[in-house]
């Protein structure tokens, strides 16, 4: 991670951006009924209490901070995307370039990710740094932010991966009904894992990240004890032998045009994104201003060590003939090569288990976002949404994005229409990076100066430019023409889904205009907010009508 401490005390750690706050705490759950008995809460300014979550939720520890974010960002791709960047870099050696970039630009965006954290400890992620970065005009980003939250679902593809390689696991045709109801199944047991058996839920969530760290150890591995000649780890007899890491085989095909690197690189940096995964829960965390810190680094050196591990395997046990004919997985290939076709349903099963993993990972984490959103009071049903019963978990907010994931799921045909809704649910997310790196530049000029930003971590404003590029570059990349012969969608204009995705914000807008500017102009009213405490201890935004 690229960064470093302003203040090496430890005191200094935990102190959050902004001070304690005064609350009101009401007993009554419905936003119009703001009557009865209150008092007083005042918070001393820790990282824990720049939000008014009660200690008792933070069930959150630097283990699951860091499985939270392993688990989002190594889901299925450490499988098959190696194969894919070979196909646009030409070359073994082009290969491991652009998985180094891809870590550098992942290093940068974690360390922007943590000056955040660090300042502003509480969930949301993206939702809580754009509020403050953008705070005119008043809760316009916040809706914005709420149409594509609660509106499009990050967890529905991985859903259908776990459908497929779970059928396959059991010796089971995948057609498109069962890979349909297995994906379902899937997303259903993370809902009532998360959302009925909180602990048990994060358990099992470590509990895969440690088993998936096990496997990619595994294989690393054994695929170095083969480059090394070891007996008992070599390449079967009726397969290719690989000639990779000879000098000329490690940088034979090497294409080093524009448009190969541009391809290539786009999906690198899309298989590290993750690195944000924890910042979505910091009101749950304990001590998350020094939990941030360590997990966030920590998380994303498993990731690029794992990546860059895993390739060395996959290259040292196959040839890049049958890596590029092939058509099928690196690790469907290595495992074939090295133990024999007879484990392609364990690979089956060990890829299945990981896409359970990474779906647990978006779950919660989006759940706590959409229960952000209640808390803001912005939303519809806000009270609601940021309750945590009847669990003490916020089941509203993960049932939202679950019902968006299975609908997604079920009414979205194969084909163009699914691989639309996939790229377009992706997209948001180069936005909201490009607005929070771009402000957290400004952030440091002399017209922010009375933000008075001074986190206990800050990113070097290099990195912070390198990754503001990065995030320029993914949302430019799919606006440039594909090759010719080069589909992105079969019926579909390649741009189509950035048009949508863009489009979808402005929803955002006009729902922004009618409840702040048009609604209260009409019926003669203002609306003003307060902050009040729920009977959970939590807090929460209520807005008044006054007349």
């Not at 991670?1 to 009401?26: C, F, K, N, W």
């Not at 894919?84 to 070359?91: C, K, P, Q």
């Amino acid at each position: 991670m690229v960064g470093h401490d302003p203040e090496s005390s430890g005191a200094l750690e935990i102190q959050p951006l902004l001070r304690s706050h005064t609350y009101t705490r009401y007993s009554t759950a419905k936003d119009d009924e703001l009557e009865g008995n209150s008092e007083n809460v005042v918070h001393t300014g820790t990282g824990e209490d720049f939000d008014a979550v009660p200690q008792a939720k933070r069930q959150l520890g630097l283990a699951s901070a860091i499985f939270l974010i392993f688990n989002r960002v190594i889901g299925t791709g450490v499988f098959a995307a190696p194969s894919i960047i070979l196909r646009s870099s030409g070359s073994v050696g082009m290969t491991f370039i652009m998985w180094i970039v891809g870590a550098l630009v992942a290093a940068a965006g974690t360390a922007v990710y943590v000056e955040f954290g660090t300042g502003l400890p509480r969930s949301g992620g993206e939702k809580t740094y754009m509020e403050y970065l953008y705070r005119r005009p008043k809760y316009l980003i916040t809706c914005v932010y709420a149409i594509y939250s609660m509106g499009i679902s990050s967890m529905a593809a991985s859903g259908v991966v776990f459908g497929e390689y779970s059928l396959h696991a059991l010796d089971i045709e995948a057609t498109s009904v069962n890979v349909r109801i297995m994906a379902f199944a899937s997303m259903t047991f993370c809902l009532v894992m998360h959302g009925v058996f909180l602990k048990w839920g994060v358990r099992l969530q470590n509990a895969l990240g440690v088993f998936k760290l096990v496997v990619l150890l595994l294989i690393a591995v054994s695929g170095v004890l083969c480059l090394a000649g070891v007996p008992g780890f070599e390449v079967g007899e009726s397969y290719d032998p690989p000639q990779n890491f000879t000098w000329n085989g490690f940088w034979d095909g090497t294409d080093l045009s524009l448009n190969a690197f541009v391809t290539g690189m786009y999906n690198v940096i899309w298989s590290y994104i993750g690195y944000s995964n924890a910042n979505y829960a910091l009101s749950e965390v304990r001590d998350p201003v020094r939990t941030i810190k360590r997990a966030a680094p920590i998380a994303m050196l498993f990731v690029a060590c794992a990546y860059l591990s895993i390739n060395i395997a996959y290259f040292a046990v196959i040839s890049k003939k049958d890596m590029l004919g092939s058509g099928t997985a690196a690790a469907a290939l290595f495992f074939r090569n090295m133990y024999g076709p007879a484990t392609s349903r364990i690979l089956s099963l060990i890829i299945a288990l990981s896409t359970l993993a990474s779906n647990l990972s978006i779950l919660f984490t989006q759940g706590r976002v959409i229960q952000e959103l209640g808390r803001e009071g912005v939303i519809p049903f806000s009270s609601f949404f940021s309750s945590n019963k009847p669990f003490n978990a916020p089941l509203p907010g993960i049932s939202m994005q679950w019902l968006i994931s299975v609908l997604t799921v079920t009414l979205a045909p194969a084909g163009d229409a699914y691989l639309f809704i996939v790229n377009m649910s992706s997209y948001p997310l180069t936005i909201f990076n490009t607005l929070i790196s771009s402000g957290l530049l400004l952030l440091y000029t002399p017209a922010y100066k009375s933000y008075d930003w001074n986190p206990p971590f800050r990113a070097f404003k290099p990195a912070v430019v390198f990754f503001l590029i990065s995030n320029i570059f993914l949302g430019v990349v799919p606006l440039i023409p594909p090759l010719p012969g080069s589909h992105v969608y079969e019926h579909l204009p390649y741009w189509s889904h950035v048009v949508i995705a863009i489009s979808i914000g402005f929803i955002g807008v006009a729902y922004w205009f009618v409840k702040f500017r048009w609604a209260p102009r009409r019926r003669g009213y203002k609306l003003e907010r307060e902050t009040v405490l729920q009977d959970d201890g939590v807090s929460r935004n209520v807005f008044k009508r006054v007349y």
